[in-house]
């Protein structure tokens, strides 16, 4: 795991309509940079990092859970969010209920809604009250193989004073037909 401490000053230019891009840009002071790619059993130390699965890029087969943890010490931290560059698991039954695999996450503050099939470039983000908390992030690969099974989430602590208005909403969803 590599972790640099950097101070940095980010210039913000405000959009105000909630682009999370623009707004994620936000002052910040010293802060802890990473990134690196964790899985099953995993914790993810600061603040950047990938969720992918065993073998990724290739597709993985074995069934069972796979849990991680998104460790949030820093007190300025108010959401996680998730951006599910590459995400293909079972798709969903008839009535859009996610019956064999399935990913889901949960903390302190509730359960996020619970996401399978074919996803891709979609984002979420997710309200972190309690400090030191951790995320924890599961995905459920059934006896059943049924497609391929293959993730890649991207997952980025996102600092209070970059909130802005993003509420704790998914701002699309492909996992509901
Ligand atoms: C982590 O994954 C990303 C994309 O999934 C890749 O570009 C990067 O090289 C990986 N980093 C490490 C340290 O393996
Ligand atoms: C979470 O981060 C804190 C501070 O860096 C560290 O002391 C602790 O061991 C981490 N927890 C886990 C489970 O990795
Ligand atoms: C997250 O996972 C850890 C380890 O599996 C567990 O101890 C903890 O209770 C979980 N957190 C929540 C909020 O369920």
Not at 55 to 84: E, H
Not at 95 to 103: E, M, P, Q, T
Not at 156 to 175: A, K
Request: include cysteine; charge should be negative.
């Amino acid at each position: 795991m590599e972790v640099t401490h950097v101070c940095v000053l980010l210039l913000m230019f405000w959009s105000g309509i909630g682009d999370a891009h623009v707004i994620s840009n936000g002052f910040e002071g010293c802060s802890e940079h990473s990134n690196h790619n964790v899985s099953c059993g995993s914790v993810l130390n600061g603040i950047k990092g990938y969720f992918v699965n065993p073998d990724y890029p290739n597709d993985n087969a074995d069934p069972g859970n796979c849990n991680i943890r998104i460790n949030i010490t820093r007190n300025d931290i108010c959401q996680v969010r998730l951006d599910f560059l590459d995400f293909e698991m079972a798709q969903p039954d008839v009535d859009g209920k996610c019956k064999d695999d399935f990913f889901m996450g949960f903390n302190e503050a509730g359960t996020m809604p619970v996401l399978c099939g074919s996803i891709k470039e979609q984002h979420m983000y997710w309200d972190v009250v309690t400090k030191p908390s951790m995320v924890n992030l599961s995905i459920y690969r059934s006896p059943f193989r049924n497609g391929q099974r293959r993730w890649n989430i991207q997952i980025e602590q996102i600092p209070c004073c970059s909130r802005g208005t993003v509420g704790n909403h998914i701002l699309q969803l492909l996992c509901s037909h």
